[in-house]
């Protein structure tokens, strides 16, 4: 349905979105990931025209959208803090873009049923947004984004104004409001595990370039370079020698490097890498460690809770090879 092709957007010299290239197919859900400052709200906005473009071409079903004016692509926004109007109830918030359209008072009134029933939030229709919590408010925007049932839904950081529990818990809410209401989204964020919650598919962006995209699991187990391992959540890149043992006690073959994320090396009594440990420390979860492996180096590692251990013991540990990738990487240029 979308098709971005070769897009750029320049302001001045700089170019904020480089020769960016992008196809959101129906009914999905894209995250484009990626630091503050790398252009991803940029390509957001000159998707849905307000931006306008240097080069290359934005367009839906084949047809070209320049020169459409934001109000006429048929494609909704909801931004991170909702932007609800706060003297209309939770209904009339709504129903706001219906009754600009001059729908008729029975189906706002049904459709608005509809929706606050899709969004879990049946009975909130006289509420004002200052009573609701920041996560009902963020529901009631997406009600309000998908009243007019657009053809492509743009969601810009949509939980970063949350605290970690609710975005968590609303992040696999939103996702299943999304594919119950058959919507094509796109979603631009900051956050890996947001975007691994909400979407099907991730597009990986960095200082204005795509730099890598897929299904979110390909993305997550290949990722193309040191920068985007490190990104999307691992926490060391090994190389050479220290990739090879690591490889070796997974009884993987050996490759020139390997992304590791905090937990992938975990204590157990039957592993084949010895370590000493330099710092523990308990969290709701796990213990989680700082070890010296030999041949390897300093390394982050996991007990299960209970586990005794304390700084200077030996201890030996097991790779869990869901917790590593493999990817071709080198240093992003």
């Known amino acids: 349905m979308l098709q971005i092709d070769d897009v750029t ?20 859900v894209l995250a484009v990931l990626g630091p503050s400052g790398c252009g991803k709200s940029t390509l957001l906005r000159a998707i849905a025209g307000l931006e306008p473009i240097t080069s290359g071409s934005i367009s839906w079903d084949g047809a070209d959208l320049s020169g459409v004016a934001t109000h006429r692509r048929g494609f909704a926004l909801m931004f991170q803090d909702g932007q609800l109007f706060a003297h209309l109830t939770v209904a009339r918030n709504v129903a706001y873009a219906l009754r600009l359209r001059r729908t008729p008072s029975a189906r706002v009134a049904e459709r ?24 009902e408010r963020q529901r009631v925007a997406l009600a309000r984004a998908l009243a007019v049932e657009p053809r492509l839904i743009l969601l810009d950081e949509p939980l970063s104004a949350l605290d970690a529990s609710l975005r968590e818990r609303l992040a696999g809410e939103l996702r299943e409001i999304l594919h119950a209401a058959g919507t094509t989204a796109l979603l631009v964020t900051h956050d890996h595990e947001e975007a691994f919650a909400l979407a099907d598919g991730l597009a990986v962006m960095r200082a ?13 187990r290949e ?4 920068d985007t391992a490190l990104f999307l959540g ?10 090879r043992r690591v490889l070796d006690a997974a009884a993987l073959p050996p490759a020139h490097a ?5 937990s992938a090396l975990v204590v157990d009594d039957a592993g084949p890498l010895r370590a000493v440990v330099e710092s523990a420390r308990v969290t709701p979860d796990v213990v989680r460690l700082v070890v010296g492996v030999e041949g390897v180096g300093t390394v982050d590692a996991v007990a299960p809770l209970g586990a005794r251990v304390a700084l200077g013991d030996e201890v030996s540990l097991r790779v869990d090879v869901t917790r590593l990738a493999v990817p071709p990487i080198t240093a992003a240029p």
Do not use: C, F, K, M
């Open 9 to 28: 957007v320049r302001y001045g010299d700089n170019a904020a979105v480089d020769h960016v290239s992008l196809d959101l197919a129906p009914g999905q």
């Open 112 to 135: 608005v049923r509809e929706l606050l029933d899709l969004v879990g939030l049946a009975g909130y229709d006289d509420r004002l947004p200052g009573t609701l919590s920041g996560g």
């Open 208 to 220: 204005g370039r795509v730099v890598q995209q897929g299904a979110i699991d390909e993305v997550w």
């Open 223 to 226: 990722p193309v370079d040191e």
């Open 234 to 243: 691992y926490a060391r890149v090994l190389r050479d020698e220290a990739a």
């Open 258 to 262: 390997v992304a590791l994320r905090r």
